[in-house]
């Protein structure tokens, strides 16, 4: 029994192939863990606020000395981090917008990265702060083809992702892609093809 965090960067809602895809990882590994449970957090529906000042403010500011409003602003990042925390294993949807993530999921990494509370840095360097020993598995999909060929350098969305959670000592990511759902003949069979390749490790 596993408890799974399920993160939606989508707002393509049905029609998304990074939630089709991870569901198909949810599912797999809920057959591989019998009785797991899945925290699913949409977020786009969440609206997850982009960093502005108070929330900037708020985590350098010490809890004890957080004015009300200040308390209000780093609600939605200390929730964040204890949804990863609570978490045996993270399942990503990282839709490829532009060469890069999502905005949505662009917001929730900028609240979980805080210095002093996921990462710090001394006298050696950055040490990351999360359990490394979590699992973490990006569902990213593509129109074109990026895992390969000419378009591979452009894809800055699994080598942002890894460096990003390692940076907070989540360093065991494996990436599934579903790719090529643009381009016709490709695009009819990605998904399943997709599917198909899922094997946990």
């Known amino acids: 029994m596993k408890k799974l965090l399920h993160i939606i960067s989508s707002p393509r809602g049905e029609a998304s192939f990074s939630i089709k895809l991870g569901n198909a990882i949810i599912d797999k590994l809920r057959t591989a863990y019998p009785g797991s449970t899945v925290n699913e957090v949409n977020l786009v529906e969440l609206q997850f606020p982009h960093l502005e000042e108070a929330h900037i403010t708020s985590f350098f500011t010490p809890a004890e000395n957080r004015s009300p409003a200040l308390q209000e602003a780093v609600k939605h990042s200390d929730e964040a981090i204890q949804a990863i ?48 020993r979590k699992k973490v598995y990006i569902a990213e999909s593509t129109g074109g083809i990026y895992s390969e060929g000419p378009m591979q350098a452009n894809d800055f969305v699994a080598p942002y992702l890894k460096t990003v959670l390692g940076h907070i000592g989540l360093t065991d990511v494996t990436i599934f892609r579903v790719e090529g759902t643009a381009i016709p003949g490709i695009k009819d069979i990605a998904l399943e093809k997709s599917i198909s390749g899922i094997h946990l490790n």
């Open 85 to 132: 925390n609570d978490a045996d294993i993270i399942v990503i949807g990282a839709p490829m917008y532009n060469y890069s993530i999502h905005s949505s999921l662009k917001a929730w990494l900028d609240h979980i990265i805080r210095a002093g509370v996921t990462f710090k840095y001394d006298e050696s360097g950055l040490h990351g702060l999360l359990d490394n």
